[in-house]
């Protein structure tokens, strides 16, 4: 669907900033107001996010797209040079049985990252225009390289701090992979807000050019 990836690599582009006209906010960076992760098997932490701001997402270049109104899918993959999360944390618990408490400033930049969009769609008819929703959106992803930083921890004793973060970055990919479905299900969500905001002020058929569809 080379016409359908070129669309979706434009609109990236074009909201990048956002467009007030239609009262839609920043792609990037995109903003999640606040995110918690529930605790797992390896990251044994209560974390609890706020002002979120993911950068990178409009540099992420389109290389696959799927779209099935029948069955109401759209997924979109991306290549993306890298991914930055900049956040105020407060996380106690455990990580590969080291003690973790602190709260402050945190930041976590992905590498090379793969990723796919999934969308959960349905349409509804109003003034005579097909216009379509989304009731859930899904972010997963991989990538070859994580930097962690948590500023603060242990009520800011330095070394401690220190060397929790090089565990963290040593061990990178086993917390990451735990960790990335409840990062991608809030941005996901994020992203379907978004999404819904385009949506009900565009019809389909201006969506998708040469879509057709009979009411």
């Not at 290549?79 to 956040?87: A, I, K, Q, R, T």
Request: proline share 2%.
């Amino acid at each position: 669907m080379p016409c359908l990836m070129n669309a979706a690599q434009d609109s990236f582009a074009k909201l990048k900033a956002g467009n007030s006209d239609l009262g839609m906010p920043s792609l990037d960076p995109l903003r999640i107001s606040k995110l918690s992760i529930d605790s797992g098997k390896v990251v044994q932490l209560v974390q609890n996010y706020e002002e979120v701001e993911l950068f990178g997402l409009t540099d992420c270049k389109v290389i696959a797209l799927s779209f099935d109104l029948d069955n109401g899918k759209l997924e979109v993959t991306g290549e993306c040079p890298h991914l930055d999360m900049n956040s105020t944390y407060a996380i106690k618990g455990k990580v590969l049985m080291f003690d973790v408490f602190g709260s402050g400033k945190d930041s976590i930049r992905l590498g090379k990252v793969t990723g796919k969009l999934m969308l959960d769609l349905e349409t509804y008819t109003q003034d005579n225009d097909v216009y379509l929703r989304v009731t859930q959106g899904v972010f997963d992803f991989n990538a070859e390289n994580c930097f962690i930083k948590f500023d603060n921890l242990f009520d800011g004793n330095t070394q401690l701090g220190e060397n929790i973060n090089q565990v963290l970055n040593d061990n990178w990919k086993v917390i990451m992979d735990e960790l990335k479905h409840g990062y991608g299900l809030a941005i996901g969500t994020e992203i379907k807000d978004v999404a819904n905001k385009l949506f009900s002020q565009v019809p389909l058929k201006e969506i998708f050019l040469n879509f057709e569809m009979n009411i």
